[in-house]
């Protein structure tokens, strides 16, 4: 696997160990096939005073902006533009259309490994996760972000223009800022600084700086590799059954890896130590509780 690749196959194969995904990538299926209705609340949100607004809690709004927050890394949201001129119906309508575009050959790929794709898919999703990644972390908000939002919200133009967006996985601020360049760089950091302090939302689960070199994302996926086969197999198994991935790591004590690869779950997701990935359990403990259980 090229070296480019190391990320966004790491970023794909943990998402595919979420115990949660599934369901929401089927829902996302149905948004995309039109099955979800615009103007039928969310079951989550029924009953509720925010499913008035049909624009963000209608089934199909929900589905799509959840979809869109797991596969979040391979969608270039910045890209999106759209005019001035346009209605909230129609701005709305034409984000849909794109989205779906982007989501399409996600969802259809969800069930296979990084290494199952094309070589070109392979590269399309890689430019896309080099070119987002900084803008991920800090862009520029457009005008059509804010006026929208303005529009939408009918917030008292006086107000500072502070916007907090709370989604499934991220916790994004959008802020408009005011610089005298006139003073020194230093300077300008530290004012910048202080804002940041002031408006930083409260409880933020930071990402892990673990696992950031190639070498670290490169073990990182074999633990995955790991951990599956001995979900899938015994120890014993494998190296009968498939002697050549045992050859791979001859020298690795393969239940550490496996134990190293939940903590790597846990940093790269967020989630707590209640939470553990689809492959977590090996064959060799579901047989052991099957032999428990037949047990006279």
Known sequence: MPVREYLPALVWETDRE?????EIVEAGKAWLSGTLSDHKPHPDFQGKRQAKNLDCFSEAAVASTRVHCIFQTFIPTREFT???????????????????????????NY??????FSEKERLRLCEIVEKSRDTNIAAVASWAEVIGYFEKERIDPGLPLIIQHDFTSRRLTTFLLTIDWTHS?????????????????????????????NRDRLV?????????????????????????AWALYPTRKWYDDRRRALNDFR??????????????QTK??????RAARNYP
């Open 284 to 289: 060799a403990q579901r047989l052991g509780k």
């Open 82 to 108: 759209f005019l001035r001129r346009w209605s909230i119906k129609q701005r709305r309508a034409a984000y849909d259309r794109w989205l779906a575009e982007h989501l399409q050959p996600l969802l259809e």
């Open 267 to 280: 940093d790269r997701t967020g989630f707590g130590k209640d939470s553990f990935p689809i492959s977590w």
């Open 220 to 244: 990182a996926l074999e633990r995955i590799g790991m951990m599956r086969l001995l979900h899938h197999y015994t120890a014993g198994e494998l190296r009968a059954k498939l002697p050549e």
């Open 111 to 116: 069930n296979l490994p990084w290494l199952r």
């Open 185 to 213: 760089r230093k300077r300008i950091l530290r004012a910048v600084n202080s804002i940041l302090s002031q408006y930083e939302p409260q409880g933020v689960q930071r990402h892990s700086s673990r696992g950031r070199k």
């Open 18 to 22: 979420c115990r949660d995904r599934q």
